[in-house]
């Protein structure tokens, strides 16, 4: 079985701060891929990052970066500059490598909210 | 490149009516995955369609189903509304549907069931 937790239900950034969301996880799965998707008010969930669990570099992709700590089965988003347009529901999520299906859990979500 | 749509937006039902969701993939997508989000429990996952057969089932009562057509548009469907379909429900397509395929959400549509 696989759990995504995500402990922190929400947080404030300054604007240009950079900002960690926690997520950590659990799996018996030996291959596995870890998302992070953005939900703002309008509902659309947002692909933002992707990290396979073999992939030996952490993750980057223009302003988010996940801090990737595979033995203390870690997934950190983090956000660097932070813009009032990232207030927004936050989603950790993971997916198994095998299976040949869509199998994807999701934390609860982190809640940021930036403050001008 | 267009992106996942889903129609319709909003939806209001009542107790005991049945309701059908749509869901169009981005083009050359060929799995659509279901989800509905509420406040309390999160996303829980519906049900997967790949080539016109669901090959994943999450744990919902029969009265939620869904199928796919061949040119991999997806709908849903919820028979005899309870007040607790109140929901969210985000439609999610990818290329191939194997894991760890990322997945790209619609906008969703918000049902409530009165």
């Known amino acids: 079985a696989q759990k995504i937790t995500q402990t922190q239900p929400g947080m404030f950034v300054q604007e240009k701060e950079a900002v960690t969301l926690d997520c950590t996880y659990d799996?018996?799965?030996?291959?596995?891929?870890l998302f992070w998707y953005k939900q703002p008010s309008s509902g659309e969930m947002i692909f933002l990052i992707y990290?396979?669990?073999?992939?030996?570099q952490n993750a980057t992709e223009g302003r988010y970066s996940l801090n990737f700590q595979k033995a203390r089965k870690s997934a950190n988003l983090v956000i660097s500059a932070s813009q009032l347009g990232d207030s927004a529901m936050y989603f950790c999520?993971?997916?198994?490598?095998?299976?040949?299906?869509?199998?994807?859990?999701f934390g609860i979500g982190t809640k940021l909210q930036v403050i001008p | 490149k267009a992106g996942v749509t889903q129609t319709p937006r909003y939806l209001i039902k009542t107790r005991g009516q049945q309701v059908t969701l749509s869901c169009s993939p981005i083009?050359?997508?060929?799995?659509v995955s279901w989800y509905q989000q509420t406040p309390g429990q999160g996303l829980q996952f519906l049900f997967e369609?790949?080539?016109?057969?669901?090959?994943n089932k999450g744990n919902f009562p029969g009265r939620f189903s869904g199928r796919q057509f061949s040119n991999s548009r997806s709908e849903m469907n919820v028979s005899t509304l309870e007040l607790g379909d109140s929901a969210l429900y985000l439609c999610?397509?990818?290329?191939?549907?194997?894991?760890?395929?990322?997945?790209?959400f619609g906008p969703g549509t918000r049902l409530t069931v009165l």
């Open positions: 799996t018996s799965d030996p291959s596995y891929g």
């Open positions: 083009s050359g997508h060929r799995s």
């Open positions: 990290q396979g669990s073999y992939d030996q």
């Open positions: 999610a397509s990818s290329l191939a549907g194997q894991g760890p395929d990322t997945q790209y």
């Open positions: 999520a993971m997916s198994p490598l095998s299976g040949g299906y869509q199998k994807v859990t």
């Open positions: 369609y790949f080539s016109e057969t669901q090959r």
